[in-house]
């Protein structure tokens, strides 16, 4: 055993420390340039952001030969990795807290989340776009973005150029709403609280939400809805459990059926739920119970976020070295397409719904 383990040791450090190196530069000058942008007009540019950019980079000169000593060590970083960020995220979730602030803004959450999945599903149809890219990008625009792409990717078995993908198209629509939903609040006549259900719901990620709120809290002294988005995007965040144990039985019903049918070459006839079932999504749940019950202070649950979110960065490095950039632009169309209109879709129906509840 131990010698086993020593070996996976020997093939993997080359490809984790590669990942490590691209991250840990990116993550300081995160820290150090947090988003860059006027008070008014700050869109999320992290300069953590683009390091999946900066691997699909970096692949385009470490290739063929020369990108195989790296390949087992990125590999366990892609997915290993990503999924210990994942559950180290639901340190961030105080089910409680999310449960008395965010409960009023549930059913817009709930219609804004079943847009987005209806309209992939359809676009996935009608385009014939792939189902694993059609589902990341579905569950990242309904839900929180990365973060939801990260959890849902391993359940799906997606590769990382779907993932490198589902990522490209969350980040681009992240930018674009960052920057137009501000002035959009303002055109439409939107209240501090209206902004706040529409940034936290018809935005993707969270660092898109934050960054949307503290520009309307520039622009409106005293609003102080930047606390009312985060807690509408932590409570739009738990969806990430629901949806992504729905993929996990999915996944099982038909790793079943194909073992029941003799399909899949030698491993029909030998279905076993322990590799399949993606028992990190558990471990997340019981994170935010402990989270809750235990009542952590920040003091011992932003270390762990933040050792999260770092992570993921490592991870996102890893994803672009094993994405080739060129086929990426070529095949990105569709999808793209169907995250616009999945943005659209969200960002019309939390708009609706808060106009039908009285609020705008």
């Known amino acids: 055993m131990a010698e086993r383990t020593w070996d996976k040791v020997q093939d993997s450090w080359r490809g984790v420390a590669l990942c490590l ?53 990125v590999k366990f970083t892609s997915k290993k990795i990503l999924q210990y960020a994942v559950i180290l995220l639901g340190f961030g979730l105080n089910l409680s807290q999310i449960a008395r602030v965010g409960a009023r803004s549930l059913p817009i959450i709930v219609a804004t989340i079943t847009t987005s999945l209806v309209i992939s599903f359809a676009l996935h149809r009608a385009l014939k776009i792939p189902t694993k890219i059609s589902t990341l990008v579905g569950v990242g625009s309904s839900i929180c973005g990365g973060s939801a792409i990260a959890a849902a990717a391993p359940v799906i078995d ?18 674009i709403a960052a920057l137009i939903f501000p002035a959009l609040g303002g055109m ?5 609280e209206g902004f706040g259900l529409f940034a936290g719901t018809a935005i993707n990620d969270t660092s898109s939400v934050t960054a949307a709120a503290a520009a309307w809290d520039g622009i409106h002294p005293g609003a102080n809805t930047l606390d009312e988005a985060t807690i509408v995007k932590l409570t739009r965040t738990l969806a990430i459990i629901p949806i992504t144990l729905a993929l996990a039985f999915w996944q099982v019903h038909k790793a079943k059926r194909a073992a029941a049918n003799g399909e899949g070459g030698e491993a029909a006839g030998t279905f076993d739920i322990k590799k399949i079932f993606p ?16 009542a952590l202070p920040a003091g011992v649950t932003a ?47 939390s708009l609706g719904m808060q106009h039908l509840l009285g609020i705008w």
Not at 158 to 175: K, P, R, T
Not at 188 to 192: I, Y
Request: proline share 6%; glycine share 8%.
């Open 21 to 73: 190196l691209i991250a840990l530069p990116a993550w300081f000058l995160g820290k150090r340039f947090d988003v860059i942008g006027g008070a008014g007009f700050a869109p999320p540019l992290r300069m953590d952001d683009p390091t999946i950019l900066i691997g699909m980079v970096l692949a385009l000169f470490i290739k063929d030969d020369a990108a195989l000593p790296f390949a087992p060590g």
């Open 158 to 175: 997606a590769d990382d150029e779907e993932i490198a993908q589902a990522i490209s198209v969350i980040f681009l629509f992240n930018i």
């Open 188 to 192: 439409l006549g939107l209240s501090n």
């Open 279 to 294: 028992f990190f999504i558990l471990f997340f749940v019981l994170a935010s119970v402990i989270t809750t019950v235990f």
């Open 303 to 349: 270390p762990i976020k933040e050792l999260s979110k770092f992570f993921i960065v490592m991870a996102m490095a890893a994803i672009g070295f094993n994405t080739n950039i060129v086929k990426l632009v070529k095949t990105g169309g569709k999808p793209i397409f169907m995250g616009l209109c999945c943005w659209i879709g969200i960002a019309l129906v």
